[in-house]
């Protein structure tokens, strides 16, 4: 009955009432589970939660669409990475510019690859695919462009704010929608995956 009610709506709208369903376990996960877990225990938590992300950003998106309509083409790569280093060499200026009376962080080899894989391989592509990929392209067809920017831009804050606070919530939609912004002129988000990872 749910599957004959969502074939009736249109692509963009089930597409979008589908992730928000995906979303769902993530009630009694910010409730009750992320403020008990720590270490190793969190970093797992994290992987298992991008994974399960992944797996129904994939289902979703590509019952509907072909995967350069979701951006996963060469479209825009340059752009991305111009604009993305821009961004980064900012940050980076800023970071080395403040002192913020922390200790210099202890790298070994294993912690950098295992950190280099989840950067790049589970948050920048997932939260890449998720929002400027299946959400942009739902939204696009569904509302507009206007929505697309604008509506990717705010579900990238609820990604981040609630987890992580206001502060990170207002960098998250400035961060969101230049990254909406350069997929609308790039037209692809494989050099977002790669700038997001960084």
Same mark, same amino acid.
């Given at each position: 009955?749910?599957?004959?009610?969502?074939?009736?709506?249109?692509?963009?709208?089930?597409?979008?009432?589908?992730?928000?369903?995906?979303?769902?376990?993530?009630?009694?996960?910010?409730?009750?589970?992320?403020?008990?877990?720590?270490?190793?225990?969190?970093?797992?938590?994290?992987?298992?939660?991008? #994974?399960?992300?992944?797996?129904?950003?994939?289902?979703?998106?590509?019952? $509907? &669409?072909?995967?350069?309509?979701?951006?996963?083409?060469?479209?825009?790569?340059?752009?991305?990475?111009?604009?993305?280093?821009?961004?980064?060499?900012?940050?980076?200026?800023?970071?080395?510019? #403040?002192?913020?009376?922390?200790?210099?962080?202890?790298?070994?080899?294993?912690?950098?690859?295992?950190?280099?894989?989840?950067?790049?391989?589970? #948050?920048?592509?997932?939260?890449?695919?998720?929002? $400027?990929?299946? #959400?942009?392209?739902?939204?696009?067809? &569904?509302?507009?462009?206007?929505?697309?920017?604008?509506?990717?831009?705010?579900?990238?804050?609820? &990604?981040?704010?609630?987890?992580?606070?206001?502060?990170?919530?207002?960098?998250?939609?400035?961060?969101?929608?230049?990254?909406?912004?350069?997929? &609308?002129?790039?037209?692809?988000?494989?050099?977002?995956?790669?700038?997001?990872?960084?």
């Amino acid at each position: 009955r749910l599957a004959g009610w969502l074939r009736g709506l249109h692509p963009g709208a089930a597409a979008l009432l589908e992730t928000g369903l995906l979303f769902l376990p993530a009630i009694p996960a910010y409730l009750w589970m992320w403020p008990n877990v720590s270490g190793t225990s969190e970093w797992i938590a994290q992987i298992v939660t991008y #994974v399960y992300v992944l797996g129904g950003t994939l289902t979703i998106g590509l019952r $509907r &669409w072909r995967p350069g309509e979701l951006g996963v083409n060469r479209n825009g790569i340059g752009l991305s990475l111009a604009c993305g280093a821009a961004l980064l060499a900012g940050r980076l200026l800023i970071i080395q510019a #403040v002192n913020f009376g922390l200790a210099r962080p202890v790298y070994s080899l294993a912690g950098l690859v295992g950190q280099t894989l989840y950067y790049f391989g589970l #948050v920048g592509l997932v939260e890449e695919l998720l929002f $400027r990929g299946l #959400v942009y392209q739902a939204l696009k067809e &569904w509302l507009g462009l206007r929505w697309a920017i604008w509506g990717t831009s705010i579900g990238f804050i609820l &990604w981040h704010i609630l987890g992580q606070g206001p502060l990170v919530g207002a960098a998250g939609f400035l961060l969101g929608l230049t990254f909406a912004l350069m997929r &609308w002129r790039a037209g692809g988000i494989l050099g977002f995956i790669l700038v997001h990872g960084l």
